[in-house]
């Protein structure tokens, strides 16, 4: 029972840690890691015992919204049989779990390891499949590519206040601008092409 409790305690820390950090760095990227610990409430010493550094806690970090990020996207396919529906679900999820501030802020902080290249790989396949069910459906705009879906995740996460219910009204409600502009499958052209596949893979480069 002791083990057990203890093991308990564990994973109550690594959630408390990975809480602190997300606030910490969305912050300031750039904050030590012992701001993580003081946020969290922990001796420095219980955080190093589960991450190397800043450098794996970031990419812990990532990587956990990367999960969240798929998990989304299944989610959102497997429940709507409309694909535009599924669509809609897909963005509104990932908007509300706020996945992609750690893109805006963390990107090209750490270095990605083969298995975030794999579930990044995943992520990208889920994305393609949910646009090409919302154009099937007929009502997704036909010019909106895969591409786009991280820019206009990337826009909604740039809103950001200090009050976050406030944040999460605002990030809904320009969601939901985009959305009815997507939805308008007989508006004009968009001006300038759409972004090119990879062509913001740069940033998650590690910057040196």
Known sequence: MAEQGRKGQARRNDTV?????REVFLDDPKAPIAAVAER????ISALYRRYAGKEDLLRTLCHDGLKRFVQEAEDADAA?????????AFLVGVVDADVHSLTVHLAGTFTPTEEMHADAGASNGLVERLVRRAHDSGRLRPDFTVADVGLVLEACAAIRLPDRERTAELRRRYLGLTLDGMDRTDAGALPGPAPAPGEFNYRWRRSR
């Not at 709507?80 to 809609?88: K, M, T």
Request: zero cysteines.
């Open 40 to 43: 969290a409430g922990v001796g």
């Open 80 to 88: 709507n049989e409309d694909g535009w529906a599924a669509l809609r």
């Open 17 to 21: 840690i990975l809480e602190a950090a």
